[in-house]
T-cell receptor, first 113, second 118 residues
Framework: DSGVTQTPKHLITATGQRVTLRCSPR?????VYWYQQSLDQGLQFLIQ???????AKGNILERFSAQQFPDLHSELNLSSLELGDSALYFC????????????FGEGSRLTVL | AQTVTQSQPEMSVQEAETVTLSCTYD???????LFWYKQPPSRQMILVIR??????QNATENRFSVNFQKAAKSFSLKISDSQLGDTAMYFC???????????????FGKGTKLSVKP
């Protein structure tokens, strides 16, 4: 158990819909990262938050947004969903001091029909 | 920009034997970190081993060891005495050092699917 909690574990929805994925980082970790894993793109970094502020952006679509709340949990919002958004979405957290490695949650499997 | 390349999409090994997974990377940084993550069918990403670029000594964790060649930008993973539970996708990853809240995201290779056969 990495200590990172993601909900829901599985989600099936239709094209055009909007979903929210939730992540609770390990106790004490200030940084949260979101990754998308798909068969064709592999593991892609989406976005990073540190103590409530956005710190880095990767290949995140404009239809996607995220935020980190004062209690440090984070949410990834995916809107106007397309078939190609079907993927495994990982949240990871780190202490973000020095060279701390990332600890991953179990992921949220999104299927868009 | 940093890139990570894993040239072996799939590999197989007999139980109890040794296997080596390859990884090369490209960076202009002098100080960085390298990782191997394991993703079993349960899909959880699990850290296997990490290496700091400033350390010449290769990292070792029980049956897992790396061969880090900084000049060649190579970072291979050796699994000794392979076990059925080692069956998984293995991802090589690169990270620039980060402090405070600066960027610390991992850049992953495409992965190598390892099958351990009884």
């Amino acid at each position: 158990d990495s200590g990172v909690t993601q909900t829901p574990k599985h989600l099936i929805t239709a094209t055009g819909q909007r979903v929210t994925l939730r992540c609770s980082p390990r106790s004490g970790d200030l940084s949260v990262y979101w990754y998308q894993q798909s068969l064709d793109q592999g593991l892609q970094f989406l976005i990073q938050y540190y103590n409530g502020e956005e710190r880095a952006k990767g290949n995140i679509l404009e239809r996607f947004s995220a935020q980190q709340f004062p209690d440090l949990h984070s949410e990834l919002n995916l809107s106007s969903l397309e078939l190609g958004d079907s993927a495994l979405y990982f949240c990871a957290s780190s202490v973000a001091v020095g060279s701390g490695e990332l600890f991953f949650g179990e992921g949220s499997r999104l299927t868009v029909l | 920009a940093q890139t990570v390349t894993q040239s072996q999409p799939e590999m197989s090994v007999q139980e109890a034997e040794t296997v080596t997974l390859s990884c090369t990377y490209d960076t202009s940084e002098n100080n960085y970190y390298l990782f191997w993550y394991k993703q079993p069918p349960s899909r959880q990403m699990i850290l296997v081993i990490r290496q700091e670029a400033y350390k010449q000594q290769n990292a070792t964790e029980n049956r897992f060891s790396v061969n880090f060649q900084k000049a060649a930008k190579s970072f291979s993973l050796k699994i000794s005495d392979s076990q059925l539970g080692d069956t998984a996708m293995y991802f090589c990853a690169f990270m620039k050092p980060h402090y405070g809240g600066s960027q610390g995201n991992l850049i992953f290779g495409k992965g190598t699917k390892l099958s351990v056969k009884p």
